[in-house]
């Protein structure tokens, strides 16, 4: 699995941007994936954003930092996963990862070290 992180760049605060990341090769199945987003800050340690399940009705999680105005969503057809981030505020300021994985549970899928699958960051700078 290999993926694609994109639509990162500069915004306002207040401002919005977002962010899909895309999924590619063969030998999986997207729709089972748990996807998720995380990101880091220069200088922090790297954390959780949102996530969202797959197969079914899909469970989705949110950091409490952006609850009410992040928005995860997926579509399974395309492979996407996306991140609609609203009301950015400079401590949005990160690069943001994607993140992908299989074998999750709802208690587990906020913590990275449980995705097996990362893409390659793409950066959100929220100038004040």
């Known amino acids: 699995v290999q993926l694609q992180a994109s639509g990162g760049g500069l915004v306002q605060a207040g401002g919005s941007l977002r962010l899909s990341c895309a999924a590619s090769?063969?030998?999986?199945?997207?729709?089972?994936?748990?996807m998720g987003w995380f990101r880091q800050a220069p200088g922090k340690e790297r954390e959780f954003v949102a996530t969202?399940?797959?197969?079914?009705?899909?469970?989705?999680k949110y950091a409490d930092s952006v609850k009410g105005r992040f928005t995860i969503s997926r579509d399974n057809a395309k492979k996407t996963v996306s991140l609609q981030m609203n009301s950015l505020e400079p401590e949005d300021t990160a690069v943001y990862y994607c993140?992908?994985?299989?074998?999750?549970?709802?208690?587990?899928?906020?913590?990275?070290?449980?995705?097996?699958?990362w893409g390659q960051g793409t950066l959100v700078t929220v100038s004040s």
């Open positions: 993140a992908g994985d299989q074998n999750l549970i709802v208690s587990s899928a906020t913590t990275s070290s449980e995705y097996d699958y």
């Open positions: 090769g063969s030998g999986y199945s997207f729709s089972r994936y748990w």
């Open positions: 969202i399940s797959g197969l079914g009705r899909s469970t989705i």
